[in-house]
């Protein structure tokens, strides 16, 4: 690794930098480039920093001529690295913006932002999915596609740059700009996906002792793998710590400030896995857990991620035994993300439609006719069991009902079981107890959408006041920006990869015992959970 400089300037990934030079003469013939270096290396003393510059091979030529051809003054575009600074191209007049792209790069969708580097202001926002997703819709199908197809690892790699290529023309469409024009680029993904895109073997990933072939890419030109980018544009990856824990994650840090608060905090990010950080300036702890494909789409019959047409909100009025949903954009439901899902099974669950073990029930007790009514509605008897219509054909936007289907049920059930086990497996390493946390940020598409309250009373969060709950959005994306905008902010991240403690849950028996003890609702000790009335069932029913 680069040793890092210690100046205080806190600089973009990509600068322009004044640069005023005297042409040459008789007496001073200095060669243009190292002219162009000298004038540039004292720019840059006088805004406070003092690094070695270099101009790349490859660039040379054309930055030798733009600078002649210039006057010897004009604007010279610099790439900030650890030790050095890259002069990678030059020009006669300011440039209006300079543009960079943050990425997110998910497994299932990709989500980026347009940056002027010089404002700091965002220019465009865009999202698409992730064109690897045809060659698997997970992680571990990819990496035995990369790993056991005949030329699958350049495969995958093509298709992600491909999305990212087109994310890119989606951009600067918005902002009236050119491809060309974006002069860096931040990636922030889990390990697996990093691989995939830099078409590094993932095979160790999956295999003990689950080691990724590289943690902190070195730093290199976007047109190395076949982005449309500038050609000078630099791409800054944000580290992985392991295989389960990447770069998403200390983005999370970063954009939630984890790492430089006193009290002690928690982070939460449910997407394919569901990622879980403890601690505060001091220290950190992590681990991650298989508990998030049921809850963004990927168990679920009618499973789907946060878009348009998902029920995200469901509310059962128990007076009028009437159900309500909201979907996002207000169309007509196509299918229920996660955090309709949770809602939804918390609504039964204290209707006593779902019971304590997650099975859906058609109870005969003597109930209101109403709730009668609204059973023999809702619940149907299927080739499978029983299932219950959320939103009924007529009412849907594709002619079919959205339905929850027991297997789907079992698959929340396991997931909600997976997060608390997660959760108290992570506090009970360090002897913090939750009511000693002062914040859990929720990051993601989960945090967004997710009503803590519903959370709660499934037994997947801890059972704190709601105001502890903080969401905080697209955190791998945020974190992104704040690696473009500032050098203080690339700093952070290799520091929060050196002093983070990851714990490997794949063999951590207490994960085990404990994850068997949260697959009831709320859980098998109702004493966790003091706010969650306990619903009971006429078992003869």
Not at 270 to 291: D, P, Y
Request: with cysteine.
């Amino acid at each position: 690794m680069q040793k890092m400089t210690t100046d205080s300037l806190d600089l973009p990934l990509t600068v322009t930098v004044d640069v005023r030079a005297d042409p040459p003469d008789l007496q001073d013939n200095t060669a243009d480039l190292d002219r162009l270096r000298q004038a540039l290396r004292r720019a840059l003393m006088a805004m406070g920093t003092e690094r070695s510059v270099v101009i790349p091979f490859r660039f040379m030529a054309r930055v030798g001529q733009a600078f002649r051809d210039a006057g010897f003054r004009g604007h010279a575009v610099v790439n900030v690295l650890d030790d050095r600074f890259e002069c990678v191209d030059f020009l006669a007049q300011s440039p209006g913006v300079l543009p960079a792209m943050a990425l997110d790069l998910g497994t299932t969708h990709l989500e980026a932002t347009l940056i002027d580097l010089q404002s700091g202001s965002n220019l465009a926002r865009a999202n698409r999915p992730n064109g690897q997703i045809k060659y698997g819709a997970d992680i571990l199908a990819r990496i035995h596609y990369a790993t056991g197809q005949k030329d699958g690892l350049a495969i995958l790699q093509q298709a992600v740059v491909d999305s990212i290529n087109q994310l890119a023309e989606d951009l600067v469409g918005q902002a009236g700009l050119e491809v060309e024009q974006i002069r860096a680029l931040a990636v922030s993904g889990n390990t697996t996906m990093v691989h995939l895109l830099l078409a590094l073997s993932p095979y160790h990933i999956c295999r003990e002792p689950y080691t990724p072939f590289v943690g902190w890419p070195d730093l290199f030109c976007a047109v190395e793998i076949g982005l449309m980018l500038n050609a000078g544009a630099p791409v800054w990856v944000l580290p992985s710590i392991g295989s389960y824990f990447g770069g998403d994650l200390i983005s999370g840090i970063l954009a939630s400030g984890l790492d430089e608060q006193e009290n002690t905090a928690m982070l939460i990010d449910v997407g394919t896995n569901a990622e879980v950080v403890l601690g505060n300036r001091e220290w950190l702890i992590a681990c991650a857990g298989a508990a998030g494909p049921a809850l963004e789409g990927g168990v679920a019959r009618m499973g789907m991620r946060a878009g348009p047409g998902a029920i995200e909100h469901v509310r059962l009025d128990q007076d009028t035994w009437r159900l309500s949903v909201q979907t996002i954009g207000n169309k007509p439901a196509v299918g229920i993300c996660g955090s309709g899902l949770i809602e939804l099974v918390a609504e039964l669950f204290l209707a006593g439609i779902v019971d304590i073990r997650g099975k859906l029930r058609r109870d005969t007790g003597s109930d209101s006719e109403a709730r009668q009514q609204f059973i023999r509605t809702h619940l149907v008897e299927e080739e499978d069991g029983l299932s219950f219509i959320v939103v009924p054909a007529e009412q849907a936007g594709h002619g079919s009902p959205v339905i929850l289907a027991q297997v789907d049920l079992d698959a929340m059930m396991r997931s909600k079981a997976a997060m608390y086990a997660i959760l108290t497996t992570l506090v009970g390493q360090v002897g913090v107890d939750f009511a000693d946390l002062d914040t859990i940020y929720v990051a993601g598409a989960f945090g967004k959408h997710i009503d803590p309250r519903a959370a709660i009373t499934l037994g997947m969060l801890p059972d704190l006041p709601l105001s502890v709950y903080k969401p905080i959005g697209n955190s791998s994306l945020a974190g992104a920006e704040l690696v473009l905008r500032s050098e203080k902010a690339r700093r952070r991240a290799l520091s929060i990869g050196q002093k983070i403690t990851y714990i490997e849950l794949n063999v951590n028996q207490e994960f085990m015992i404990r994850f068997s003890g949260s697959r009831f609702i709320p859980h098998t000790d109702p004493g966790l959970f003091p706010s969650v009335p306990i619903i009971k069932i006429d078992e003869g029913a």
